[in-house]
């Protein structure tokens, strides 16, 4: 085989991992985040925060078995997009764009980390976290950095790589318009309600499925020119 043919495959199977993966993340990223928006209440003092502490801590640490899933998986989809845009990539929104995305994911790791500690810290000493005070910080504590700045880093991702593609004509023009709008919608209305952070892995889902789609729609057509190559004298 020699490295045109390697080329060739490698441009072919890397759109599809990137799919994939962008498929399992958003997958992964909305079944943690439900999990954990359903059972971890907007209000926890006193004796709420000992009942539901008691109720749903399995809850909260199913959930949390998904989130280093989620952060492998958006890595896979990072690097398999940036490798997939080659030569064409921009260096300075590039660079936007595998910062936000790093950021954004550190900062969900954190949240979690905050989450897993308050589990963490029942089991050991039940009597002091009852009181809530602990509780009630770190919950502030997770949900300022999910929604103030994790989300928007999100939003920051989608604008740098909705600029990439209308620079280089990856994607389609509605596509590209509408990661525009869910961007500043990310950007300016994450306070509007916590359910918005879902705009982020539905979207990801969206490019991934397209990605998919159009990989395997173009791939019995590379390969009838590659058999009309090789039979030509």
């Given at each position: 085989?020699?490295?045109?043919?390697?080329?060739?495959?490698?441009?072919?199977?890397?759109?599809?991992?990137?799919?994939?993966?962008g498929?399992?993340?958003g997958?992964?990223?909305?079944?943690?985040?439900?999990?954990m928006?359903?059972?971890?209440?907007?209000?926890?003092?006193?004796a709420?925060?000992?009942?539901?502490?008691q109720?749903?801590?399995?809850?909260v640490?199913?959930?949390l078995?998904?989130?280093?899933?989620?952060g492998?998986?958006?890595?896979?989809?990072?690097?398999?997009?940036?490798?997939?845009?080659?030569?064409?990539?921009?260096?300075?929104?590039?660079?936007?764009?595998?910062g936000?995305?790093?950021?954004?994911?550190?900062?969900?790791?954190?949240?979690?980390?905050?989450?897993?500690?308050?589990?963490?810290a029942?089991?050991?000493?039940?009597?002091?976290?009852?009181?809530?005070?602990?509780?009630?910080?770190s919950?502030?504590?997770m949900?300022?950095?999910?929604?103030?700045?994790?989300?928007?880093?999100?939003?920051?991702?989608?604008?740098?790589?909705?600029t990439?593609?209308?620079?280089?004509?990856?994607?389609p023009?509605?596509?590209?318009?509408?990661?525009?709008?869910?961007?500043?919608?990310?950007?300016?209305?994450?306070?509007?309600?916590?359910?918005?952070?879902?705009?982020?892995?539905?979207?990801?889902?969206?490019?991934?499925?397209?990605?998919?789609?159009?990989?395997?729609?173009?791939?019995?057509?590379?390969?009838?020119?590659?058999?009309?190559?090789?039979?030509?004298?």
């Amino acid at each position: 085989m020699n490295e045109e043919q390697v080329s060739r495959g490698s441009r072919l199977t890397t759109p599809r991992a990137a799919a994939i993966a962008g498929i399992l993340f958003g997958v992964l990223f909305i079944i943690s985040m439900s999990l954990m928006r359903l059972t971890i209440p907007e209000d926890i003092a006193g004796a709420s925060a000992n009942a539901w502490l008691q109720t749903s801590a399995r809850t909260v640490r199913l959930a949390l078995t998904f989130v280093p899933f989620v952060g492998i998986f958006f890595l896979w989809f990072m690097g398999a997009v940036r490798s997939h845009l080659g030569e064409s990539e921009d260096q300075f929104f590039a660079t936007v764009f595998y910062g936000s995305g790093l950021l954004f994911l550190a900062m969900i790791f954190i949240s979690a980390a905050l989450a897993g500690g308050m589990i963490s810290a029942y089991l050991v000493s039940p009597t002091e976290m009852a009181k809530g005070e602990v509780i009630t910080f770190s919950r502030s504590v997770m949900y300022t950095i999910m929604n103030v700045y994790a989300i928007r880093m999100a939003g920051v991702f989608m604008m740098s790589l909705g600029t990439i593609w209308m620079r280089t004509r990856l994607m389609p023009r509605l596509l590209i318009w509408l990661t525009y709008a869910l961007a500043i919608v990310l950007l300016l209305a994450i306070n509007l309600s916590l359910w918005v952070i879902m705009v982020f892995p539905v979207w990801v889902i969206a490019v991934s499925v397209y990605i998919l789609t159009v990989s395997y729609r173009d791939a019995p057509a590379k390969s009838g020119d590659e058999i009309t190559a090789t039979e030509r004298p």
